[in-house]
């Protein structure tokens, strides 16, 4: 006798399985963590680029600052000539003086320009740290989802496992050609392998039998293993 009973009972296991590996395929943390990571590569990159313009603004002021400390420093040294009491003759002096003067004119000039300079990395400094800000966040949050998948695998991991058990104690109390053949049949169709004869419908693929096919079904003696010839899944009758 072949127990239907029993390989219907190894389908639905089957089924459960199969729906608990496609759920733990598709935790809605996996979505989370690409858009996360997504974004996160969109955000590295425009922090690297804002990071060049605030690089590029930073050497532009280093180098009027330097420049304005070689005028001050030249102005010093003309400063000190002009009190050195070394120099007497007037036009010189004069000369001197209309030097340090212009001196600090392009002194001025020059810590302006810095200052300009300045005035402009400062908003740069706001998009970094507005960046950095929003990248913590998203750190965090990937942190999280992280976790709660690992969480969610673990879980379906765990219900695989419970599934897969009574799986296998239910099929050893089963024929093993029985078995066989449903395994066989399952990987031709690539799921459900086992379907039961409603009425005159195979409730597999939903398809009604012929009247003559109904016949040659209901005429095979309890034991033997019949199937439905369009789909051809074993029929439970
Ligand atoms: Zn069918």
Redo the contacts with the bound molecule.
């Keep these: 006798m072949i127990d239907f009973g029993v390989l219907l009972d190894v389908q639905d296991h089957d089924t459960r399985a199969e729906q608990v590996r496609h759920r733990r395929a598709s935790l809605p943390q996996r979505n989370e963590l690409a858009r996360i990571g997504a974004e996160l590569a969109t955000l590295e990159t425009a922090e690297a680029e804002v990071s060049a313009r605030r690089h590029e603004l930073a050497r532009q002021e280093k180098r009027f600052e330097d420049e304005a400390a070689l005028v001050e420093a030249k102005a010093a040294s003309e400063n000190r000539r002009l009190y050195s009491g070394e120099i007497t003759n007037p036009k010189e002096l004069q000369a001197i003086e209309v030097e340090i003067a212009s001196l600090k004119r392009r002194q001025t000039e020059l810590e302006d320009e810095a200052i300009l300079l300045m005035e402009q990395i400062e908003p740069v400094d706001g998009e970094l740290a507005a960046l950095d800000d929003r990248m913590a966040a998203l750190r965090t949050a990937q942190t999280a989802a992280t976790e709660e998948l690992a969480a969610a695998e673990a879980e379906a991991d765990a219900e695989l496992v419970t599934v897969l058990d009574e799986r296998a104690a239910l099929a050893t109390s089963l024929d093993a050609d029985l078995l066989a053949t449903y395994e066989r049949v399952q990987a031709q169709l690539r799921g459900v392998a086992v379907?039961r004869l409603v009425g005159n419908t195979?409730?597999?693929?939903?398809?009604a039998l012929s009247a003559v096919e109904l016949d040659r079904v209901k005429r095979e003696p309890p034991g033997v293993l019949v199937y439905?010839e369009?789909?051809?899944?074993i029929?439970v009758r």
Aim: net charge negative; with cysteine.
């Design positions: 379907s195979c409730d597999g693929c939903h398809l439905h369009e789909c051809g899944r029929l």
